[in-house]
């Protein structure tokens, strides 16, 4: 089995800055992609940014232009600096992946998520 670990995040003044990090582990033959959502509180989960094996990157609309998502071409550990915070950036954040482990008869494509990470904004 794989685990993802987040670290990072934290509190930040608007127009500020924080860095995430999403930290794959275990039985893993490749991670296809990885991802970022947040839930702010009474919301839906949101995507905000993901990264493919091939470094194809994709944000959600209300975070273009302000954060970054990178990592190399394992994916075993991927970053999401986020720039020019705002207050409606405040939420819980998790990463998700697309991990291939191995089974007894070849390989599977499961989902998994981190532990969820706190962002808040406020001055």
């Known amino acids: 089995q794989a685990q993802l670990v987040e670290s990072g995040g934290g509190s930040a003044h608007p127009g500020g800055s924080l860095r995430f990090s999403c930290a794959a582990s275990?039985?893993?033959?490749?991670?296809?992609?990885m991802a970022w959502s947040r839930q702010a509180p009474g919301e839906e989960l949101r995507f905000v940014a993901s990264?493919?094996?091939?470094?194809?990157?994709t944000y959600g609309d209300s975070v273009k232009g302000r954060f970054t998502v990178s990592g190399d071409s394992t994916l075993n550990t991927v970053n999401l600096e986020m720039s020019s915070l705002k207050a409606e950036d405040a939420a819980v954040y998790y990463c998700?992946?697309?991990?291939?482990?191995?089974?007894?008869?070849?390989?599977?494509?499961?989902?998994?998520w981190g532990q969820g990470t706190q962002v808040t904004v406020s001055s």
């Open positions: 998700n992946a697309g991990i291939l482990v191995p089974t007894t008869w070849g390989q599977k494509l499961n989902i998994y």
């Open positions: 275990g039985t893993i033959s490749s991670i296809n992609f």
């Open positions: 990264i493919n094996r091939v470094g194809t990157t």
